[in-house]
């Protein structure tokens, strides 16, 4: 999987950096020397466009609104609050990993979230996983599909219903960030 990061300054101009860093659940650190037509000293916000793009080219990604709380000589220190709880990264494990690779994470996500939308989970499980896991090599589809299952289920209780409380159309609109801040989780933690 490869992260794409885009800034936007408020006179339209972008850049797209790839040198960041993770402070905290709030804070990156833009390591990369911003070109003057995006850095301007008058200028303390960014728009800030951070996309995933999946082994099976699928893309998810989060736009944040990023306010300069420290300029130093080659680097700059932005905070940000996004609309998804930081708690969405706690389902993230090497299982996340595995299913992004051989499914990609975005599509379980959405095609789980549509079987929630069906509300009978209990009958048709069986099949939806199976339907996910038809074009994974066979030699590892088992492994895949116990992955797959590991994680709906913490999708389910973590995020479902402990903190969307069981609103699917917030989960549905939100699943283009949800998929990326469990992928970010990676990111997160080997910077802190």
Not at 79 to 87: F, L
Not at 125 to 145: C, G, H, M, Q, R
Not at 154 to 167: A, M, S
């Amino acid at each position: 999987m490869r992260f794409h990061n885009v800034l936007f300054s408020d006179k339209g101009n972008f850049v797209e950096i790839n040198d960041i860093s993770y402070l905290d659940g709030s804070t990156i650190k833009i390591n990369d020397i911003l070109p003057p037509s995006i850095l301007r000293k008058s200028s303390d916000h960014f728009v800030g466009y951070f996309l995933v793009e999946e082994d099976n080219n699928d893309l998810s990604g989060i736009r944040r609104y990023l306010n300069i709380s420290e300029r130093k000589g080659k680097y700059l220190k932005l905070s940000y609050c996004d609309d998804i709880s930081n708690n969405v990264r706690e389902i993230h494990g090497d299982y996340v990993d595995l299913v992004s690779k051989y499914v990609g994470l975005r599509r379980v996500i959405s095609s789980f979230n549509d079987l929630i939308l069906e509300n009978d989970i209990n009958n048709n499980f069986s099949y939806w996983l199976e339907k996910t896991v038809e074009n994974v090599p066979f030699d590892i589809k088992e492994l895949i599909a116990q992955r797959i299952t590991k994680l709906v289920n913490l999708y389910l209780i973590k995020i479902y219903e402990g903190i969307y409380k069981k609103n699917i159309d917030l989960l549905k609109k939100f699943e283009s960030e949800i998929a990326f801040k469990i992928l970010e989780a990676q990111l997160v933690q080997k910077t802190y």
